[in-house]
């Protein structure tokens, strides 16, 4: 068996690479859409009359990132 010189990192401590997972693009996908949903959401129930779109769009929003949850979850 072959040491390593003690100039070199042990194992132990570099990071394994994890596998690929597959899910990752949708999850990113559906975050993106989360937070542009809420953002809209927010902006048109504080800054403008229509606060009953805002809540809808929030709520839509919401659902959006449970969906998200749901999946990395499942993984």
């Known amino acids: 068996m072959t040491e390593k ?3 070199e990192r042990p194992d132990h ?6 596998a690929h997972d597959h899910t990752l693009a949708l999850r990113n996908v559906l975050n993106i859409i989360f937070m542009i949903g809420a953002v809209i959401g927010a902006v048109l129930y504080f800054f403008t009359d229509h606060t009953t779109i ?3 769009i929030v709520l839509g929003a919401m ?3 449970m969906a998200e949850c749901c999946i990395r979850m499942l993984r």
């Open 13 to 18: 401590r570099i990071k394994k690479e994890r």
């Open 54 to 56: 805002g809540i809808y």
């Open 5 to 7: 010189p003690l100039s």
């Open 63 to 65: 659902a959006v990132k």
